[in-house]
C-alpha cells in the first residue's frame, strides 16, 4: 500500500471524471491539484453538455405534454417563450452545480487553478492561467482528464452563426423557423427535439439506415414514430455534400437514392457528427504516453498509461463517452495510485438518449449478439399492458431483457419509454451482480409503477406472465 498522504497529484481537466479523482484523491489523504480552464469544477458536462442540455429537454417535454393534455380533456394555449428567460434558467442551473463543486473543492483542500496545462516531463506541468501569469510544478502522478470536443466536418465548416454544433445550440441565440440537424445520433436528436418543441421545423439527416446507429432497432422505433410526428422531415441514407450561405440561410446539398429535393435552405444548421479526444496536449510527446491513431490515449485496466506516472480517463481513453463513464475511471484510477487492488471491468455501462420517449439500454445489446453470433434468449414486455403506463397515456414503450440460454443469466436490458433513463439502473445491477432471470421475476417491485416491467420481462421469459396470455404450443 502506498501512504497516500505522501503523494502529490495533478489531475488536468476538471470535468465529471476529473473533479470525482480529485475529489477521492483528496479523501485518501493526498495532496491535489486541479487544473482546468474553467472558474470552477464541472468541465464540458455541466457547462456545454448534459446538464444544459437537459434542462432544456425538461423544457421541451413541459411544452410536448401541455400539448398532449388535449387528448385527456384539458386544453392550453400555445405557449409565450421568454428566450431570455429560459436561457437564464438554463444558466442559473449551471451556476448552482459548479459553484457547488467549487465550494467542495475548497472544504477538500484541492489547490485549483483555472489555467491550461502543458508537460514538461512526466512529472513536471507548465500551468498558463487563464488571468495572466505561469507557474511550473512537479507531481508525484498525473491524471489526465481532458475530455472531447464536438467532431468537425471540414466540408461542413462555415464561418457563421448559422452553422452550430452542440455547444452554441445550447445557447438558444434564437429559435430558427427551419433547421437541419446532421447527424442521426443521441446529441442532435436531443436538441433537435428541444428546438421542434420551441418552435422550429427541425429535419434530420443521417448517412445510415437507421437514427441511433448502433442502438438496437426494435428500442428505436417507438422513438421514431414520435418524431416522424414533431420533425419536418428524417432523411435517412442521406449525406450532405455541401453547404453554402446565401441571403435566404444556409443552402444544403444533399445526395442519396431516396432524395427528392437535392437542394434546400434552412435558417440554421446544426453538425452533430460525434465527437473526439482532447489529446492534443502540449508537451505530451516529452512523456512516455502512447496515442492511437484516433487519438485516444492508451491505457491498461488501471487507467496508467504507458508512462507509469501518467494516468489517463474519460472521453479521452475512449468510447463510449459518458461522464458516468468518466467518473468511475476516475475514481479507479485514484484507487490504484493509492495502491488498492483495482480494475475498470464494468459489465456494463448504462447509455441513455434523453429524447421522448427516452432509450436506455446496459450489457449485451441484440446487435452485438448478432454481431458476434451469440445464442441468447429475448424476453419483451410491451408498455400497452401496463397499467402505469395506460394512466399516463405513454403505452409505445417496451422494455426487453437479453437472457443467457443455458445459465438464464440477465446479459442486458433495453428499455424504451417515458423515463426509461430512471428505470435502467436496476438493468445494471443485474447483470453486475450475475442476476439470473428469476431472481429478476421474484423481486416484488411497486405496483402500478413502470419499474415492475421488469419484472414482467422476466416473468415473459418463462412464460408466466400476468398481464401478458401466452397460449401453450
Not at 144 to 166: F, H, Q
Request: with cysteine.
Amino acid at each position: 500500500m502506498t501512504e497516500t498522504s505522501n503523494l502529490n497529484i495533478a489531475v488536468v481537466g476538471g470535468g465529471p471524471g476529473g473533479y470525482a479523482a480529485a475529489f477521492l484523491a483528496a479523501d485518501l489523504g493526498m495532496k491535489v491539484t486541479l487544473i482546468d480552464q474553467e472558474p470552477n469544477p464541472g468541465g464540458v458536462c455541466l457547462y456545454r453538455g448534459c446538464i444544459p442540455s437537459k434542462a432544456l429537454l425538461h423544457v421541451a417535454k413541459l411544452i410536448d405534454e401541455s400539448r398532449h393534455a388535449k387528448n385527456w380533456g384539458i386544453e392550453f394555449g400555445e405557449p409565450k417563450i421568454d428566450l431570455a428567460r429560459l436561457r437564464s434558467w438554463k444558466e442559473g442551473v449551471v451556476k448552482k452545480l459548479t459553484g457547488g463543486l467549487g465550494q467542495l473543492s475548497k472544504q477538500r483542500a484541492v489547490t485549483y487553478i483555472q489555467g491550461r496545462a502543458a508537460f514538461e516531463d512526466s512529472s513536471t506541468l507548465r500551468v498558463t492561467k487563464v488571468n495572466g501569469g505561469a507557474q511550473t510544478l512537479s507531481f508525484d502522478r498525473i491524471i489526465i482528464a481532458t475530455g472531447s470536443r464536438p467532431s468537425v466536418i471540414p466540408s461542413l465548416k462555415l464561418d457563421t452563426p448559422r452553422m452550430m454544433d452542440s455547444t452554441s445550440a445550447l445557447d438558444i441565440q434564437d429559435v430558427p423557423k427551419t433547421l437541419l440537424v446532421i447527424g442521426g445520433g443521441y446529441i442532435g436528436l436531443e436538441l433537435g427535439s428541444v428546438y421542434a418543441a420551441l418552435g422550429s421545423k427541425v429535419s434530420v439527416v443521417e448517412m445510415t439506415a437507421g437514427l441511433l446507429p448502433g442502438a438496437d432497432r426494435d428500442l428505436v422505433l417507438p422513438l421514431q414514430k414520435r418524431i416522424e410526428k414533431s420533425f419536418e422531415a428524417i432523411l435517412l441514407n442521406t449525406t450532405v455534400t455541401a453547404v453554402k450561405e446565401d441571403a435566404d440561410g444556409i443552402r444544403v446539398s444533399f445526395d442519396g437514392a431516396a432524395v427528392k429535393e437535392r437542394e434546400k435552405v434552412f435558417d440554421k444548421v446544426l453538425v452533430s457528427v460525434g465527437r473526439r479526444p482532447n489529446s492534443e496536449i502540449p508537451g505530451l510527446d516529452k512523456t512516455g504516453v502512447v496515442v492511437s491513431q484516433r487519438g485516444f490515449i492508451q491505457v491498461n485496466k488501471q487507467l496508467q498509461t504507458d508512462d507509469s506516472a501518467i494516468y489517463a480517463i474519460g472521453d479521452v481513453v475512449g468510447e463510449p463517452m459518458l461522464a458516468h463513464k468518466a467518473s468511475h475511471e476516475g475514481r479507479t484510477a485514484v484507487e490504484a495510485i493509492a495502491g488498492h487492488k483495482v480494475a475498470f471491468e464494468p459489465n456494463a455501462i448504462p447509455a441513455v438518449v434523453f429524447t421522448d420517449p427516452e432509450i436506455a439500454w446496459c450489457g449485451l445489446t441484440e446487435t452485438q449478439a448478432q454481431k458476434d453470433s451469440r445464442e441468447i434468449k429475448v424476453a419483451k414486455f410491451p408498455w400497452a399492458a401496463s397499467g402505469r403506463a395506460m394512466t399516463i397515456d405513454r403505452t409505445e414503450g417496451m422494455t426487453k431483457l437479453l437472457i443467457d440460454p443455458e445459465s438464464e443469466r440477465v446479459l442486458g436490458v433495453g428499455i424504451v419509454g417515458a423515463g426509461a433513463g430512471e428505470l435502467i439502473a436496476e438493468g445494471v445491477l443485474a447483470i453486475e451482480m450475475g442476476t439470473l432471470a428469476k431472481d429478476m421475476a421474484m423481486t416484488i417491485h411497486p405496483h402500478p409503477t413502470l419499474s415492475e416491467t421488469l419484472m414482467n420481462a422476466a416473468e415473459v421469459f418463462f412464460g408466466t406472465s400476468t398481464d401478458i396470455y401466452r397460449p401453450k404450443r
